[in-house]
């Protein structure tokens, strides 16, 4: 079955770094773009950053431009967001989704979410 499983997370200081993994398996990772969301206490769940599936173009959120990069491994079936410079704000549970739009269906898988708290 669909499976994406993040790991990483944790506990960092501000100004720290992070590295989040997303291990997909159940499907063909290299025809999906993947992306990152984050979800903080009471507020909505907003993208982070988006990747296609080639891994030829990626997009990030105002807030994170310049400290966060997503990338992926195909061969590995794998993507991963690299944070760096990280600030209290930035404390959520992150979670990956893989999706997929073939004409009028959409193929939306998600992740279980990895918390990260930036506290010092």
């Known amino acids: 079955q669909v499976q994406l499983v993040e790991s990483g997370g944790g506990l960092v200081q501000p100004g720290g770094s992070l590295r989040l993994s997303c291990a997909a398996s159940?499907?063909?990772?290299?025809?999906?773009?993947m992306n990152w969301y984050r979800q903080a206490p009471g507020k909505e769940r907003v993208l982070v950053a988006a990747?296609?599936?080639?891994?030829?173009?990626?997009k990030y959120a105002d807030s994170v431009k310049g400290r966060f990069t997503i990338s992926r491994d195909n061969a590995k079936n794998t993507v991963y967001l690299q944070m760096n410079s990280l600030k209290p704000e930035d404390t959520a549970v992150y979670y990956c989704?893989?999706?997929?739009?073939?004409?009028?269906?959409?193929?939306?898988?998600w992740g279980q979410g990895t918390q990260v708290t930036v506290s010092s």
């Open positions: 159940g499907f063909t990772f290299s025809s999906y773009a």
């Open positions: 989704n893989a999706y997929k739009r073939v004409r009028s269906v959409t193929f939306d898988y």
């Open positions: 990747i296609t599936s080639a891994g030829g173009s990626t």
